[in-house]
């Protein structure tokens, strides 16, 4: 706790400290690197402008951006923060491959000049920065968490439950799924539909065992699921390894199916009226 | 030069960062009635609070009975080396329980008991197992779980990519602040009848840091501006394992949950140094403690090839890690191309946290100018001169929401009449677009990351981790050398979304907020928690008595040794209820030993 005999064990003469690390090893490799990135607005798209970056033992995408933006061209506009691929805010097309830039490393990539884009589902704010701002609008839509009026002692919920749910709250929200998938990617339809992370948001609330709402009727109509095809792009790209496709969206859609197609709810629709959202809250656990 | 069209908003309150205290804040605010506006420089759910590994410390006392406040309020303090705010402590101390329960109530996870119950994990220097946690991401929870209930609470809104520069007074009152909008570079006035500063710490002034570029200290700086006082500046966090190889990941955080999971440390000749330097805690002895244990094994010759020690949690086996410390596993493997289930991680410090900040009222988070409220990293006073590892998720939620509380009632009671003086408006304009002024014909104009590089290494290498007079001399006259080149600041392009432009102002706070930390640390003549003078090894029973307070008096920095309030007998009582009291090792201050309980009181029930 005191910090009694610190500099004795350092050999050091009690005077002045010296650096952490001595001189701190750039690590540069020799090679350079060559980058062809895309600069421009909406108003005036000046397409991929090369650069050239000294290599560094394991450099990543965001490395050499930085680089760029230190020594190069201070005006390189592009979205970043924790650079531990912890954050969601560096992502990118690298070689036309929807990736975080912070993660992608360089020495991984083939030979030869690496392209790095904005994202091409959103609409381009400048250069490597898009307008995502249609998730936080997604996200507004869909109901919060919601959990039956308790007593308010303290839960008791499975660690089962939290292992189920834990790859959902996994998501970083980089928006990479959104990027990739043709919905929003080739037709454009991001206004009426919630997405691959949203889908998964979706799924963390209606799997939540203390939560009571029902969110897959407005998820079908509002979310526009039956857009889906199961192509799994969403999956391949998620930096966390999320199953988005096999664990959130097709659980989904068979709830809906269950919910809708299922022929004995169809006759009791039929003869009772609907009842679909009376489901069954769960039961408040007992106190400790 | 006339001002130029600005766009205004007006709210109750205003909250400047929305990370986990900001967002804490706004939903405090806005559940009291009051119309909130939350900034922040990034996208909402990006801040830096996602970083946050290891949990939330809180005496839920789940998985160890003789857990409560009590012991977490002993243990906080005595990790702070008795210089925190008592007062901070014991309702932190109190609130952080209920705040973890209100967490899981919003939605948020955590990783369960075999009972069904909030796990908890041992962590650097609590007495008992005491972070609820869920897997080694709980900052990501908590900011999502905050995020959700943010925007689903009415009353709140929250404006995304703008980055504020100066807070607006009115008399002696904040009336809210100015910036710009990052992506169109449109100049935005905020009238708010309070305003709250949670706009985190400050490390990106040193040059191996855990921080993302948002750490520019831009709420301490607007509040001396302000004229608020700063607290405790000296107090820099060094986290004792963050990577060090390769270059582009050195700083990035090692969770100190590798620890608390097991993980031990090794020097290059496979010795676990830490059971030299601490005996009783070992591995998870408190950070500064751990991260000057490293430093001295390297400069004694016994670091790892990359200047820092190895760290080994592979004894827990590759099931164990991958459910535990999933991110990190991650995190080694794409970038280092190490397998921390079969071989060890290299790490040494880096920084990591501010202790020091605002200074704050313990109950109502007001700093000492009128409208103006700080919570969060960005305020001083908790933690005293070492933060204990879970203690800032915990620090967020309780402070956070007493400040929207506090807030919410000056708003409504004093803070009716916003109006702004156009001539601090027209004259922040016109600092702001200096940089892209091309009328200067300067032939020395100055890069703004060239400049903001020299600063980190003035800062890393005399301001670190260990401190004398002549070193904080030396980055003194840096400091200062650097903030005359920084009125030649010039970047290319517009306004829209130029990250050069930005930097500038960040280069601007950062600046003061260093020369407070270097001030700080000068006054501060002894060794105390993160603070390591080499020309001052021993605590000084003197200065335990006294904090430093930063402020602006014209254009120059002052600081002034202010006593610490006496703390009350009951509180003395509980400290003893640390299981690492030790009467003999006390901290040095206005304790003296014979005041202070018996070391056998512990086993007293509580």
């Known amino acids: ?288 | 030069m006339s001002a130029e069209s600005y766009i205004t908003h007006e709210c109750d309150v205003l909250v400047i960062g929305a990370g986990g205290s900001g967002m804490r804040a706004a939903i405090a605010a806005a559940e009291a009635g009051c119309s909130t506006i939350v900034i922040t420089k990034s996208l909402l759910g990006k801040a830096h609070t996602v970083m946050a590994e290891g949990g939330i410390a809180a005496g839920l006392g789940n998985l160890d009975d003789a857990d409560g406040w009590e012991v977490h309020f002993a243990d906080t303090m005595l990790g702070g080396q008795l210089v925190n705010n008592w007062r901070m402590v014991e309702l932190y101390a109190h609130e952080v329980i209920d705040r973890v329960y209100e967490l899981e109530r919003w939605g948020g996870l955590f990783d369960r008991t075999d009972d069904g119950l909030i796990m908890q994990r041992p962590f650097g220097a609590h007495s008992y197992r005491r972070l609820a946690h869920v897997g080694d991401r709980t900052g990501l929870e908590l900011i999502r779980t905050c995020q959700d209930k943010l925007v689903h609470t009415a009353g709140a809104e929250c404006l995304m990519e703008y980055t504020l520069t100066r807070l607006l007074k009115n008399g002696d009152r904040v009336v809210g602040a100015m910036g710009y909008n990052r992506n169109d570079g449109k100049f935005v006035v905020i009238k708010a009848g309070a305003t709250i500063l949670a706009s985190g710490g400050w490390g990106r002034m040193y040059r191996y840091t855990s921080n993302s570029w948002e750490g520019t200290g831009d709420g301490a700086a607007m509040a001396y501006d302000a004229g608020a006082d700063l607290l405790d500046m000296e107090f820099v966090q060094f986290h004792p394992t963050g990577m060090i190889w390769p270059p582009g990941a050195r700083g990035i955080l090692v969770t100190e949950a590798v620890r608390g999971d097991g993980g031990m440390l090794f020097n290059s000749e496979h010795r676990r140094f830490m059971l030299d330097y601490d005996p009783v805690k070992k591995d998870l002895s408190s950070r500064d403690v751990v991260a000057r244990s490293i430093y001295k094994e390297v400069q004694a010759g016994r670091g790892s090839p990359h200047g820092g020690a190895f760290l080994d949690i592979t004894h827990r086996g590759a099931d164990y890690i991958l459910r535990k410390l999933p991110s990190m596993y991650e995190q080694f493997h794409a970038l280092a191309s190490v397998d921390i289930t079969k071989e060890p991680m290299e790490v040494g410090p880096t920084i990591h946290y501010t202790m020091g900040g605002i200074r704050v009222d313990p109950e109502t988070s007001a700093t000492t100018v009128p409208g103006l409220y700080a919570a969060g990293e960005s305020a001083g006073g908790l933690h005293g001169a070492n933060r204990l590892g879970g203690n800032s998720l915990g620090d967020i939620l309780v402070f956070g929401r007493r400040a929207g509380v506090a807030a919410a009632e000056f708003a409504r009671t004093e803070g009716q009449q916003r109006d702004v003086d156009e001539r601090d408006v027209e004259a922040e304009q016109t600092a702001l677009l200096d940089p892209l002024d091309s009328s200067h014909g300067w032939t020395d104009r100055e890069n703004p990351y060239h400049l903001h590089e020299a600063l980190q290494a003035a800062m890393q290498d005399d301001a670190g981790i260990g401190r004398s007079d002549a070193s904080l001399q030396r980055a003194l006259s840096a400091i200062l050398e650097l903030r005359g080149r920084s009125k030649r600041m010039r970047v290319v392009g517009r306004r829209v979304l130029n990250p050069g432009w930005h930097t500038c102002r960040d280069v601007t706070f950062m600046l003061t907020v260093s020369e407070a930390i270097v001030r700080s640390a000068l006054h501060r003549q002894e060794s105390r928690g993160s603070q390591w003078r080499f020309d001052f090894l021993e605590q000084d029973a003197r200065q335990g008595q006294v904090n430093y307070v930063t402020r602006r008096d014209g254009d120059s920095m002052t600081v002034e040794a202010v006593p610490l309030s006496q703390m009350p007998a009951n509180l003395v009582q509980l400290l003893p209820r640390s299981r690492f009291y030790d009467p003999a090792k006390l901290p040095k201050g206005y304790l003296r030993p014979e005041e202070m309980p018996p070391a056998t009181a512990k086993e007293a029930p509580g």
């Open chain 1, 1 to 288: 706790m005191t910090t009694t005999g610190a500099a004795s064990a350092a050999g050091l003469d009690g005077t002045s400290p010296v650096s952490e690390y001595g001189t701190p090893d750039p690590g540069l490799t020799g090679d350079t690197i060559t980058l062809n990135v895309f600069r421009g607005t909406p108003d005036d798209q000046q397409g991929d402008v090369t650069y050239q970056v000294p290599g560094v033992s394991g450099m990543v995408v965001l490395d050499a951006i930085h680089y760029i933006q230190h020594n190069l061209d201070t005006d390189l506009a592009a979205r970043w923060n924790c650079k531990a691929a912890k954050c969601g805010s560096c992502s990118a097309e690298i070689n036309g491959r929807p990736g975080l830039m912070c993660k992608t490393r360089i020495d991984e990539l083939p030979d030869g000049p690496i392209t790095v884009r904005p994202m091409k589902a959103f609409p381009l704010i400048k250069d490597l920065v898009t307008d995502v701002s249609r998730n936080y609008e997604i996200n507004r839509a869909i109901p919060p968490f919601t959990h039956a009026p308790d007593d308010g002692t303290p839960w008791r919920i499975r660690q089962a439950d939290i292992d189920r749910l834990y790859e959902f709250r996994k998501c970083i929200e980089c928006y990479l799924c959104q990027d990739v998938c043709h919905i929003n990617r080739t037709h454009g339809l991001l206004d009426r539909f919630y997405g691959p992370r949203f889908f998964v948001r979706v799924a963390s609330l209606e799997m939540h065992p203390k939560d009571v709402l029902d969110r897959t009727e407005q998820t079908r109509d509002e979310g526009g699921l039956a857009y889906c095809n199961v192509t799994k792009c969403c999956t391949e790209v998620c930096p966390e390894h999320i199953h988005i496709t096999d664990n959130a969206i097709i659980p989904l859609k068979e709830r809906v199916a269950d919910k809708h197609w299922d022929p004995v709810r169809w006759m009791g629709r039929r003869m009772f009226g609907n009842r679909d959202n009376d489901t069954q809250p769960p039961t408040p656990s007992p106190a400790g």
